[in-house]
């Protein structure tokens, strides 16, 4: 294990779990890597309220934060939705810390500035709160659903601030209607890697992999909020993350020998996200790998490589982790921690036939949220045999591995005979809002217990 730690930024510490034995012929390495990083608390030690920018965890020159709400006609089925939509950007904007950079942006088949408009950010105080939550009176339900231009429009915003911390926070109650698919994929490809962005869909009429997938290419959180009341709380925790983080841009380098293949790297903890195809290549046969804004947590990664073959005895270097932070005045990236992924090849058959607890673990866990989302696409297309396979399956790993969250959830889309062997029968009525809430956290993992 490696960390570094430097007065700007917080310590960030690697750990990496596996089973470095080989049998002869051998050529698959795993690795597990935990990132943790520590500064202060969630907020670095600073309050809520009464800071300056110059006052932010570790010298940071701040955040800025832009809350996309959905305006379109819908969200007065019923009238509740758009009053509760309302009151809990208004517990979003009281959640900010006093001297973060924010604005509120209505979003129809176009997308408008709510508040504080003129291509402009707020700075969070008393006055500027009181001032947008006032603005929020102002909006009302009418038009389409064109995601892409609110999302452009945040980043409009969000790219005139001169902060460390750009964040998104998006709410919609339904299908991205007023714009073509390859439209909402261009705005996320032109402003991934620019700020990071949690969404959330109320109620039942959104489309669970649209709203996925924006999380996933900003690198935020996804979730469902089915009862629009829950929504204020929600929103008070999105934002207090967001005010937690400490650190932006923050990237998993990986290096490797000549010779070594990179099959996949990809996050899977606290969920499974997919990393491989979003490397960009950091010199020599190293490349970055993005994995967004930091405060005090704790993720882990799976790489696996595939090495050249060796005989028995021998060793190598199978991959060298680092985490990287650029520099905004385009000087050289600060490493903040490293960890080594080694490849030795035994004839010892114990040695080299064990899996590592943390690799086992999340092979699950990555598993798990695949048959999750085949075993209900198989459910929603008539494929009955394939859903009850595939969610028996999902039932089977949920419970072997404690996730005691997931079990719950597949328990209201199957009646389980024998979650040990998976055995399930498929519900014959499911309530809506159980399959997409199933759906949309099927990537939620547990940690190994340790």
């Known amino acids: 294990m490696a960390n570094f730690s430097k007065s700007n930024v917080p310590q960030f510490s690697v750990e990496v779990y596996q089973n470095e034995y080989l049998p002869e012929g051998g050529r698959e390495v795993n690795g597990i890597i935990t990132v943790t990083s520590t500064g202060g608390g969630t907020t670095g030690g600073v309050p809520l ?6 006052q932010l965890p570790g010298g940071a020159t701040g955040a800025a934060v832009v809350i996309m709400v959905d305006c379109s006609g819908s969200m007065d089925y019923p009238p509740t939705k758009m009053r509760n939509a309302r009151d809990a950007t208004a517990a979003a904007i009281d959640t900010l810390r006093d001297g973060t950079s924010f604005a509120v942006v209505g979003g129809t088949h176009v997308a408008k500035e709510v508040y504080p408009g003129n291509g402009r950010l707020a700075v969070a105080d008393a006055q500027t709160k009181a001032q947008a939550k006032e603005a929020l009176r102002r909006l009302s339900a009418g038009g389409g659903t064109a995601i892409g231009t609110w999302l452009r429009l ?14 998104g926070i998006l709410l919609t109650d339904g299908r991205n209607e007023h714009e073509a698919p390859e439209d909402l994929r261009a705005a996320l490809d032109a402003c991934a890697g620019r700020f990071t962005c949690d969404a959330r869909g109320v109620g039942t009429d959104w489309e669970v992999k649209e709203v996925t997938a924006i999380a996933a290419a900003l690198l935020g959180t996804a979730d469902i909020v089915a009862d629009p009341s829950g929504l204020a709380a929600d929103f008070t925790q999105m934002m207090e993350n967001a005010m937690g983080k400490e650190v932006a841009d923050v990237a998993l380098r990986l290096w490797t020998p000549v010779g070594v293949e990179i099959k996949f790297v990809k996050q899977v903890a606290p969920t499974v996200a997919e990393l491989t195809d979003r490397r960009t290549e950091a010199g020599p046969r190293a490349g970055d790998y993005p994995t967004g804004s930091w405060g005090d947590e704790s993720r882990d990664y799976h790489v696996c490589v595939q090495v050249p073959e060796a005989g028995i005895g021998q060793e190598m270097l199978a991959a060298r982790v680092s985490l990287i932070l650029p520099d905004p005045a385009g000087g050289a990236p ?5 960890g080594l992924v080694r490849a030795v090849w035994t004839d010892d058959m114990v040695a080299s036939t064990s899996i590592n607890p943390q690799v086992a673990h999340y092979t699950g866990q990555a598993e798990l949220a695949q048959v999750i989302q085949q075993g209900l696409d198989a459910r929603k297309s008539g494929d009955f045999d394939g859903a009850t396979a595939k969610l028996g399956r999902a039932v089977q790993l949920a419970s072997a591995s404690g996730n005691e969250d997931t079990a719950k959830l597949l328990s209201k889309v199957v009646d389980v005979v024998d979650a040990a062997t998976g055995t399930v029968r498929l519900k014959a009525k499911v309530a809506e809002a159980d399959e997409m809430t199933l759906e949309t956290r099927s990537t939620k993992t547990v940690r190994v217990k340790k």
């Open 154 to 167: 945040a980043d409009r915003l969000l790219g005139a601030a001169d902060v460390e911390i750009r964040h």
């Open 334 to 338: 600060q490493t903040l921690s490293q």
């Open 49 to 54: 309220t009464g800071a300056t920018p110059s």
